[in-house]
T-cell receptor
Protein backbone atom coordinates (compact mmCIF):
# COMPACT_ATOMS: atom_id res chain seq x y z
CA UNK A 1 0.00 0.00 0.00
CA UNK A 2 0.81 3.72 0.11
CA UNK A 3 1.99 4.15 -3.46
CA UNK A 4 2.65 7.54 -4.95
CA UNK A 5 3.11 8.02 -8.66
CA UNK A 6 4.45 10.91 -10.67
CA UNK A 7 3.94 11.78 -14.27
CA UNK A 8 5.87 12.32 -16.40
CA UNK A 9 9.01 10.56 -15.21
CA UNK A 10 11.12 12.85 -17.35
CA UNK A 11 10.49 15.83 -19.56
CA UNK A 12 12.53 18.02 -21.86
CA UNK A 13 11.18 21.42 -22.76
CA UNK A 14 12.26 24.65 -24.38
CA UNK A 15 13.09 27.69 -22.35
CA UNK A 16 10.04 29.86 -21.80
CA UNK A 17 7.48 27.06 -21.89
CA UNK A 18 5.51 25.73 -18.92
CA UNK A 19 5.64 22.20 -17.65
CA UNK A 20 3.11 20.43 -15.46
CA UNK A 21 4.05 17.54 -13.20
CA UNK A 22 1.40 15.36 -11.60
CA UNK A 23 1.63 13.58 -8.30
CA UNK A 24 -0.97 10.97 -7.39
CA UNK A 25 -1.59 8.85 -4.36
CA UNK A 26 -2.86 5.57 -5.77
CA UNK A 27 -4.25 3.73 -2.80
CA UNK A 28 -4.75 6.26 -0.05
CA UNK A 29 -6.12 9.72 0.45
CA UNK A 30 -3.31 12.22 0.67
CA UNK A 31 -4.38 15.10 2.85
CA UNK A 32 -0.96 16.67 2.52
CA UNK A 33 1.46 16.58 -0.36
CA UNK A 34 4.97 17.91 -0.46
CA UNK A 35 7.10 19.01 -3.37
CA UNK A 36 10.86 18.71 -3.23
CA UNK A 37 13.68 19.58 -5.53
CA UNK A 38 16.88 17.63 -5.65
CA UNK A 39 20.07 18.77 -7.33
CA UNK A 40 22.69 16.23 -8.35
CA UNK A 41 24.43 14.69 -5.36
CA UNK A 42 22.54 16.92 -2.98
CA UNK A 43 19.73 16.41 -0.56
CA UNK A 44 16.06 17.06 -1.04
CA UNK A 45 15.01 20.64 -0.64
CA UNK A 46 11.42 21.22 0.38
CA UNK A 47 9.74 23.64 -2.00
CA UNK A 48 6.18 23.70 -0.75
CA UNK A 49 3.54 21.94 1.25
CA UNK A 50 0.02 21.61 -0.07
CA UNK A 51 -3.12 20.58 1.71
CA UNK A 52 -6.14 19.45 -0.23
CA UNK A 53 -8.44 22.33 -1.02
CA UNK A 54 -6.21 25.09 0.25
CA UNK A 55 -3.34 27.17 -1.04
CA UNK A 56 0.13 25.76 -0.90
CA UNK A 57 2.63 27.00 1.63
CA UNK A 58 5.93 27.84 -0.01
CA UNK A 59 9.34 27.70 1.59
CA UNK A 60 11.43 30.80 1.78
CA UNK A 61 13.11 31.55 -1.52
CA UNK A 62 10.67 29.56 -3.63
CA UNK A 63 8.69 31.72 -6.03
CA UNK A 64 5.02 30.85 -5.87
CA UNK A 65 4.33 32.43 -9.25
CA UNK A 66 7.08 30.37 -10.77
CA UNK A 67 6.10 27.07 -9.23
CA UNK A 68 2.33 26.82 -9.22
CA UNK A 69 0.93 24.10 -7.02
CA UNK A 70 -2.60 22.85 -7.11
CA UNK A 71 -3.98 20.20 -4.76
CA UNK A 72 -7.48 19.88 -6.09
CA UNK A 73 -8.32 16.44 -4.73
CA UNK A 74 -7.22 14.00 -2.08
CA UNK A 75 -5.30 11.98 -4.63
CA UNK A 76 -3.80 14.55 -6.97
CA UNK A 77 -1.42 17.48 -6.69
CA UNK A 78 0.20 19.24 -9.62
CA UNK A 79 3.32 21.35 -9.87
CA UNK A 80 3.55 23.68 -12.86
CA UNK A 81 6.90 25.21 -13.64
CA UNK A 82 5.98 28.37 -15.50
CA UNK A 83 8.21 30.00 -18.09
CA UNK A 84 10.89 27.44 -17.44
CA UNK A 85 14.54 28.36 -17.71
CA UNK A 86 17.62 26.14 -17.83
CA UNK A 87 18.31 26.79 -14.15
CA UNK A 88 14.97 25.11 -13.37
CA UNK A 89 16.40 21.85 -14.65
CA UNK A 90 16.33 19.49 -11.72
CA UNK A 91 14.79 16.41 -10.21
CA UNK A 92 11.38 17.13 -8.72
CA UNK A 93 9.98 14.73 -6.16
CA UNK A 94 6.61 14.69 -4.50
CA UNK A 95 5.54 12.92 -1.37
CA UNK A 96 2.25 12.43 0.40
CA UNK A 97 0.92 11.72 3.84
CA UNK A 98 -2.46 10.45 4.89
CA UNK A 99 -4.87 11.89 7.43
CA UNK A 100 -3.16 12.28 10.77
CA UNK A 101 -0.07 10.45 9.56
CA UNK A 102 3.51 11.61 9.64
CA UNK A 103 5.19 9.07 7.38
CA UNK A 104 5.77 10.47 3.91
CA UNK A 105 5.52 8.24 0.87
CA UNK A 106 7.56 9.36 -2.06
CA UNK A 107 6.94 9.40 -5.75
CA UNK A 108 9.66 8.22 -8.12
CA UNK A 109 10.52 11.76 -9.17
CA UNK A 110 10.40 13.72 -12.40
CA UNK A 111 13.53 14.79 -14.16
CA UNK A 112 13.12 18.13 -15.90
CA UNK A 113 15.57 19.39 -18.48
CA UNK A 114 15.04 22.86 -19.85
CA UNK A 115 16.94 23.62 -23.03
CA UNK B 1 15.84 26.67 12.74
CA UNK B 2 15.56 22.96 12.17
CA UNK B 3 18.61 21.26 10.85
CA UNK B 4 19.67 17.75 10.17
CA UNK B 5 23.33 16.98 9.77
CA UNK B 6 24.83 13.90 8.24
CA UNK B 7 28.56 14.45 8.47
CA UNK B 8 29.62 11.63 6.18
CA UNK B 9 28.97 11.86 2.47
CA UNK B 10 30.38 8.43 1.82
CA UNK B 11 30.87 5.45 4.06
CA UNK B 12 32.61 2.33 2.78
CA UNK B 13 32.68 -0.88 4.76
CA UNK B 14 33.34 -4.52 4.03
CA UNK B 15 30.58 -7.08 4.03
CA UNK B 16 30.00 -8.38 7.52
CA UNK B 17 31.45 -5.31 9.21
CA UNK B 18 29.38 -3.13 11.54
CA UNK B 19 28.10 0.11 10.13
CA UNK B 20 26.96 3.34 11.74
CA UNK B 21 25.57 6.24 9.78
CA UNK B 22 25.60 9.40 11.83
CA UNK B 23 22.77 11.88 12.10
CA UNK B 24 22.57 14.88 14.38
CA UNK B 25 19.72 17.30 14.57
CA UNK B 26 18.84 20.62 16.09
CA UNK B 27 15.27 21.44 16.93
CA UNK B 28 13.75 23.29 19.82
CA UNK B 29 10.56 21.24 20.03
CA UNK B 30 9.83 17.51 20.05
CA UNK B 31 10.74 16.18 16.64
CA UNK B 32 10.11 12.89 15.02
CA UNK B 33 13.12 11.36 13.37
CA UNK B 34 13.19 9.08 10.38
CA UNK B 35 15.65 7.26 8.21
CA UNK B 36 14.88 6.99 4.51
CA UNK B 37 16.81 4.86 2.04
CA UNK B 38 17.20 5.22 -1.70
CA UNK B 39 18.51 2.22 -3.57
CA UNK B 40 19.99 2.70 -7.00
CA UNK B 41 17.39 3.90 -9.50
CA UNK B 42 14.58 3.60 -6.98
CA UNK B 43 12.50 6.08 -5.08
CA UNK B 44 13.03 7.14 -1.51
CA UNK B 45 11.44 4.76 0.92
CA UNK B 46 11.00 4.78 4.64
CA UNK B 47 13.45 2.59 6.50
CA UNK B 48 12.45 3.30 10.05
CA UNK B 49 11.11 5.94 12.41
CA UNK B 50 12.15 6.51 15.95
CA UNK B 51 8.73 6.22 17.53
CA UNK B 52 8.33 2.70 16.18
CA UNK B 53 11.51 1.50 17.88
CA UNK B 54 11.70 -1.28 15.35
CA UNK B 55 14.44 -3.04 13.47
CA UNK B 56 14.14 -3.10 9.71
CA UNK B 57 16.51 -5.16 7.57
CA UNK B 58 18.72 -5.44 10.62
CA UNK B 59 19.00 -1.68 11.04
CA UNK B 60 18.22 0.11 14.27
CA UNK B 61 18.34 3.73 15.32
CA UNK B 62 18.00 5.17 18.78
CA UNK B 63 17.00 8.72 19.45
CA UNK B 64 19.44 10.28 21.90
CA UNK B 65 17.92 13.56 23.01
CA UNK B 66 20.92 14.47 25.13
CA UNK B 67 23.25 14.25 22.18
CA UNK B 68 20.51 15.19 19.67
CA UNK B 69 21.49 12.24 17.57
CA UNK B 70 19.70 9.52 15.68
CA UNK B 71 22.47 7.33 14.34
CA UNK B 72 21.60 4.36 12.15
CA UNK B 73 23.34 1.10 12.97
CA UNK B 74 23.64 -2.40 11.67
CA UNK B 75 25.94 -5.01 13.21
CA UNK B 76 26.75 -6.87 9.99
CA UNK B 77 26.51 -5.00 6.72
CA UNK B 78 25.38 -6.77 3.55
CA UNK B 79 26.15 -5.85 -0.04
CA UNK B 80 22.47 -5.18 -0.67
CA UNK B 81 22.59 -2.43 1.95
CA UNK B 82 24.54 -0.27 -0.46
CA UNK B 83 22.38 2.81 -1.03
CA UNK B 84 21.88 6.45 -0.12
CA UNK B 85 20.59 6.99 3.37
CA UNK B 86 18.82 10.15 4.44
CA UNK B 87 18.05 11.17 7.97
CA UNK B 88 14.93 13.31 8.26
CA UNK B 89 13.25 15.33 10.94
CA UNK B 90 9.56 16.11 11.12
CA UNK B 91 8.65 19.16 13.13
CA UNK B 92 5.47 19.97 15.00
CA UNK B 93 3.94 21.27 11.78
CA UNK B 94 4.52 18.08 9.87
CA UNK B 95 7.30 19.62 7.81
CA UNK B 96 10.18 17.41 6.87
CA UNK B 97 13.81 18.41 6.81
CA UNK B 98 16.32 16.08 5.24
CA UNK B 99 20.00 15.68 5.85
CA UNK B 100 22.39 15.78 2.95
CA UNK B 101 22.55 12.01 2.80
CA UNK B 102 25.24 9.40 3.26
CA UNK B 103 26.15 6.98 0.55
CA UNK B 104 26.84 3.57 2.02
CA UNK B 105 29.03 1.31 -0.03
CA UNK B 106 29.36 -2.26 1.20
CA UNK B 107 32.27 -4.01 -0.43
CA UNK B 108 32.39 -7.77 -0.95
Amino acid sequence: GAVVSQHPSWVICKSGTSVKIECRSLDFQATTMFWYRQFPKQSLMLMATSNEGSKATYEQGVEKDKFLINHASLTLSTLTVTSAHPEDSSFYICSATGQGKKTQYFGPGTRLLVL
Amino acid sequence: AQRVTQPEKLLSVFKGAPVELKCNYSYSGSPELFWYVQYSRQRLQLLLRHISRESIKGFTADLNKGETSFHLKKPFAQEEDSAMYYCALSDNFNKFYFGSGTKLNVKP
